[in-house]
């Protein structure tokens, strides 16, 4: 709250103390006159013993006199008609003042009961006023005729003056605190008017607070339903609404006769949550089942949007269904792609030796051969042969593999031998190649648990791929390195023509990175490595960049 809030509270106050003070003094002020209309029919006598009963009425001693008073009832109407004008005045006064919203009366905490503690409140106020109303009457009687003052003289001993004085401030303090206490509770009972029935009944009332929490607890309970997660235990959650629901009637059964009114409210809450809850799971069972559909109908690209509540866990496995569809029609769509690629490649890498056999066939039938070119036709022969014979070799080699209908052989083969064996096996390509081949191998031995043959066939193709496809006039990089948990083997060189296939697709079978296909190859070499890899219990990692064509063969150093 800021000052000018605060400032204006206290200005508030103060008008209220204000009203409350001048009503009293109004009041105050005509006691003089009631007090001549006390006296007015009043007959001063001199009482002797026994004469008490020769006058009719009230009689008083005050002071050394002695009075009869006839007509007390006309002092009492006035005293009656003065105070319902005093309080409905005072009434009417805070009822203005409080409306004014620049005070802010009804949002200070003095003010700020709940609406049934200021009616009981109210109702002993009345209940008061209606037994004690006549003792105000008498004491507005006592001290208008000064009997007051006489009795506190003579009972307390106390002076005529300071006797008179205590009467006027007990009149004073009975007044301002009747007139204050109608000031507060008309300024209290308002803010309906200020803040609104609504606000009012939500804030100002005790009914309204236990509603309030009521409905949030069965909100929040029932709200337990759509976060409950059916691949957990649900016990607890369930014991706990059954809690709170058990908390509720308990508590809506202690009010007696009117915890029917509460039950009826109750079941009316709960009506509408539940069906709030069910409208929600509804609708949130449709958007799973609407995406179903549409995956049903081929759609794998639909995305499941919005709070799923209790559905939220198949919005994941269903994710990974459709990621799973797509990835299976991918795949589907790949295979059939790579099947029409196989038969396209295989039909002219076969197709080429074998016209080349037919037309050399041809040729050496031909009865004007010279010895000379029926030799030379005879080597070409016996090359395209070989040439076929391979090709169909590294097809049955590739089947296999993939099959997984290969026997390995594991023994602990020494990959530093073995790379040296390959290179003195390929001494006489890797030295027409152009290649300056740089081989970082270690001193020791690197024993491995490996099919020394696959192995071997392995680093085979590899160093050939790299015979094939490598830009003369560079340099190829083949290194065997030992890491913690592993060997890693890499190749490394310069690609002789732009590569425009990425890493995986490289070593599918009968793709080549020379893609008009005027090199020597079955397009299996890299497929080839990569199966028997593993099969070994390794893998083999293809990277290009640019033009610079890498594999990395990581083998365990341990077989798992």
Same mark, same amino acid.
């Given at each position: 709250?800021?000052?000018?809030?605060?400032?204006?509270?206290?200005?508030?106050?103060?008008?209220?103390?204000?009203?409350?003070?001048?009503?009293?003094?109004?009041?105050?002020?005509?006691?003089?006159?009631?007090?001549?209309?006390?006296?007015?029919?009043?007959?001063?006598?001199?009482?002797?013993?026994? #004469?008490?009963?020769?006058?009719?009425?009230?009689?008083?001693?005050?002071?050394?006199?002695?009075?009869?008073?006839? #007509?007390?009832?006309?002092?009492?109407?006035?005293?009656?008609?003065?105070?319902?004008?005093?309080?409905?005045?005072?009434?009417?006064?805070?009822?203005?003042?409080?409306?004014?919203?620049?005070?802010?009366?009804?949002?200070?905490?003095?003010?700020?009961?709940?609406?049934?503690?200021?009616?009981?409140?109210?109702?002993?106020?009345?209940?008061?006023?209606?037994?004690?109303?006549?003792?105000?009457?008498?004491?507005?009687?006592?001290?208008?005729?000064?009997?007051?003052?006489?009795?506190?003289?003579?009972?307390?001993?106390?002076?005529?003056?300071?006797?008179?004085?205590?009467?006027?401030?007990?009149?004073?303090?009975?007044?301002?605190?009747?007139?204050?206490?109608?000031?507060?509770?008309?300024?209290?009972?308002?803010?309906?008017?200020?803040?609104?029935?609504?606000?009012?009944?939500?804030?100002?009332?005790?009914?309204?607070?236990?509603?309030?929490?009521?409905?949030?607890?069965?909100?929040?309970?029932?709200?337990?339903?759509?976060?409950?997660?059916?691949?957990?235990?649900?016990?607890?959650?369930?014991?706990?609404?059954?809690?709170?629901?058990?908390?509720?009637?308990?508590?809506?059964?202690?009010?007696?006769?009117?915890?029917?009114?509460?039950?009826?409210?109750?079941?009316?809450?709960?009506?509408?949550?539940?069906?709030?809850?069910?409208?929600?799971?509804?609708?949130?069972?449709?958007?799973?089942?609407?995406?179903?559909?549409?995956?049903?109908?081929?759609?794998?690209?639909?995305?499941?949007?919005?709070?799923?509540?209790?559905?939220?866990?198949?919005?994941?496995?269903?994710?990974?269904?459709?990621?799973?569809?797509?990835?299976?029609?991918?795949?589907?769509?790949?295979?059939?792609?790579?099947?029409?690629?196989?038969?396209?490649?295989?039909?002219?890498?076969?197709?080429?030796?074998?016209?080349?056999?037919?037309?050399?066939?041809?040729?050496?039938?031909?009865?004007?051969?010279?010895?000379?070119?029926?030799?030379?036709?005879?080597?070409?022969?016996?090359?395209?042969?070989?040439?076929?014979?391979?090709?169909?070799?590294?097809?049955?080699?590739?089947?296999?593999?993939?099959?997984?209908?290969?026997?390995?052989?594991?023994?602990?083969?020494?990959?530093?031998?073995?790379?040296?064996?390959?290179?003195?096996?390929?001494?006489?390509?890797?030295?027409?190649?152009?290649?300056?081949?740089?081989?970082?191998?270690?001193?020791?031995?690197?024993?491995?648990?490996?099919?020394?043959?696959?192995?071997?066939?392995?680093?085979?193709?590899?160093?050939?791929?790299?015979?094939?496809?490598?830009?003369?006039?560079?340099?190829?990089?083949?290194?065997?390195?030992?890491?913690?948990?592993?060997?890693?083997?890499?190749?490394?060189?310069?690609?002789?023509?732009?590569?425009?296939?990425?890493?995986?697709?490289?070593?599918?079978?009968?793709?080549?990175?020379?893609?008009?296909?005027?090199?020597?190859?079955?397009?299996?070499?890299?497929?080839?490595?990569?199966?028997?890899?593993?099969?070994?219990?390794?893998?083999? #990692?293809?990277?290009?960049?640019?033009?610079?064509?890498?594999?990395?063969?990581?083998?365990?150093?341990?077989?798992?």
């Amino acid at each position: 709250m800021d000052i000018k809030s605060k400032n204006n509270h206290r200005l508030g106050m103060l008008i209220l103390f204000l009203t409350a003070a001048a009503g009293t003094a109004c009041i105050m002020a005509l006691y003089p006159w009631l007090r001549q209309q006390a006296f007015g029919g009043a007959v001063n006598i001199t009482m002797k013993a026994g #004469d008490a009963g020769a006058w009719s009425g009230y009689s008083a001693e005050i002071g050394d006199q002695y009075y009869v008073f006839t #007509d007390t009832w006309r002092v009492e109407w006035l005293v009656f008609w003065i105070a319902g004008a005093a309080f409905s005045l005072t009434a009417v006064l805070a009822f203005v003042i409080g409306l004014n919203r620049s005070f802010g009366l009804t949002k200070h905490r003095l003010f700020s009961m709940p609406f049934e503690f200021l009616a009981v409140i109210a109702g002993f106020a009345v209940m008061i006023l209606n037994e004690c109303f006549g003792d105000l009457q008498s004491l507005v009687w006592h001290t208008v005729t000064g009997e007051l003052r006489s009795e506190l003289t003579q009972e307390l001993y106390m002076g005529y003056g300071p006797a008179g004085a205590f009467a006027v401030m007990l009149n004073v303090m009975v007044w301002f605190v009747s007139l204050l206490f109608i000031c507060w509770l008309v300024v209290s009972a308002q803010s309906v008017f200020t803040l609104g029935i609504k606000r009012w009944f939500k804030e100002r009332t005790v009914t309204g607070r236990l509603l309030l929490w009521g409905g949030r607890t069965v909100r929040n309970t029932c709200g337990l339903i759509e976060t409950i997660d059916f691949r957990e235990d649900s016990t607890k959650k369930l014991l706990k609404i059954v809690g709170v629901n058990f908390l509720l009637l308990s508590a809506i059964s202690c009010l007696w006769f009117f915890g029917i009114f509460g039950l009826v409210v109750y079941s009316v809450v709960l009506f509408f949550l539940l069906r709030r809850i069910y409208a929600s799971l509804q609708e949130k069972y449709q958007i799973i089942l609407d995406a179903a559909g549409k995956m049903a109908q081929g759609d794998l690209d639909v995305e499941i949007e919005g709070e799923l509540g209790i559905f939220e866990p198949l919005r994941g496995e269903m994710t990974k269904i459709r990621n799973g569809f797509k990835k299976a029609v991918d795949e589907e769509v790949r295979s059939r792609s790579m099947k029409t690629e196989l038969i396209t490649n295989v039909s002219h890498d076969l197709k080429t030796p074998l016209t080349a056999i037919i037309t050399y066939v041809n040729l050496l039938k031909k009865e004007d051969t010279t010895e000379e070119e029926r030799r030379d036709y005879i080597r070409i022969l016996d090359q395209k042969s070989m040439r076929l014979k391979s090709l169909i070799e590294d097809l049955f080699e590739i089947s296999r593999a993939n099959s997984n209908n290969v026997t390995l052989n594991l023994v602990e083969a020494d990959v530093v031998s073995l790379m040296k064996q390959v290179r003195l096996e390929l001494d006489d390509k890797i030295s027409g190649s152009e290649i300056d081949f740089r081989f970082h191998l270690p001193d020791e031995r690197v024993v491995l648990l490996l099919d020394s043959e696959k192995t071997y066939r392995i680093f085979e193709n590899l160093l050939v791929n790299i015979v094939k496809y490598a830009m003369p006039k560079t340099r190829a990089y083949v290194e065997i390195r030992e890491e913690r948990d592993t060997t890693l083997i890499s190749f490394k060189n310069i690609s002789a023509v732009e590569i425009t296939l990425s890493g995986e697709d490289i070593t599918e079978r009968f793709v080549r990175g020379d893609a008009s296909r005027n090199t020597e190859g079955s397009g299996l070499g890299l497929a080839i490595a990569r199966s028997f890899t593993e099969l070994m219990g390794g893998a083999m #990692d293809v990277s290009i960049e640019a033009d610079l064509f890498k594999v990395r063969l990581v083998f365990p150093r341990k077989r798992p």
